[in-house]
């Protein structure tokens, strides 16, 4: 079974500029989150999504970032515009709430640098 | 969620057993611990997870003390590939609740 896809790996973009971020959760997981790492630092969760609500979205900053989970399915992280301190990797996860674990699923992140 | 502390890095030979301490004095009877790894380059991985009782699965042990203030997850024969961060969580479990991570333990395993 596939895990949590990941697009892009890496990107690389002028501050000011636009950039979104792509994730597709493990199939029939209904809850997804956005996290932000900066280097050195543990995973610091943007938001988070139960099917297509999201549930959790006080950390995220909501004059630059937006997300949307369309469907309850995949789901898009866009910044606009970007500044030099959003350089990042941006992770996605999912898991089946209510499951026996709650074990949290990762994809490879997205490596954003922003020049 | 209880907050946890770890040391931020430790060193273990290959083949020898590594254990990684956290502390949680302020867990709550319903909040579970947790451990999850992150291989350089990569998202963090579950590992293993422990209400009150040692639990252990094919990669990993878990201790808790029997006060639950504290716990050590016991890698039995690391190998190189066991370098990575390991994170120490303490959440309640069976929920769709997000996981609040620190800065984990740098694990550095030598030949």
């Known amino acids: 079974e596939a895990g949590v896809v990941q697009s892009p790996r890496y990107k690389i973009i002028e501050k000011k500029q636009p950039v979104a971020f792509w994730c597709n959760p493990i199939?029939?997981?209904?809850?997804l989150y956005w996290y932000l790492q900066n280097l050195g630092q543990g995973p610091e969760l943007l938001i988070r999504?139960?099917?297509?609500?999201?549930?959790?979205d006080s950390q995220l900053p909501k004059d630059r970032f937006s997300a949307e989970r369309l469907k309850g399915v995949d789901s898009t992280l866009k910044i606009q515009p970007a500044e030099l301190g959003d350089s990042a990797v941006y992770l996605c996860?999912?898991?089946?709430?209510?499951?026996?674990?709650?074990?949290?699923?990762f994809g490879e992140g997205s490596r954003l640098t922003v020049l | 969620d209880a907050k946890t502390t770890q040391p931020p890095s430790m060193d273990c030979a290959e083949g020898r057993a590594a254990n990684l301490p956290c502390n949680h004095s302020?867990?709550?009877?319903?909040?579970?611990v947790y451990w999850y790894r992150q291989i350089h380059s990569q998202g963090p991985q579950y590992i293993i997870h422990?209400?009150?009782n040692n639990e252990t699965n094919e990669m990993a042990s878990l201790i808790i003390t029997e006060d639950r203030k504290s716990s050590t997850l016991i890698l039995p024969h690391a190998t190189l590939r066991d370098t990575a961060v390991y994170y120490c969580?303490?959440?309640?479990?069976?929920?769709?609740?997000?996981?609040?991570f620190g800065k984990g333990t740098s694990l550095l395993v030598t030949p």
């Open positions: 999504y139960e099917n297509e609500e999201a549930v959790d």
């Open positions: 199939s029939g997981h209904n809850t």
């Open positions: 996860a999912s898991s089946l709430a209510g499951g026996p674990v709650g074990e949290l699923f």
């Open positions: 422990g209400l009150k």
């Open positions: 302020t867990i709550s009877g319903n909040e579970y």
């Open positions: 969580i303490v959440r309640v479990a069976y929920s769709g609740y997000a996981l609040n």
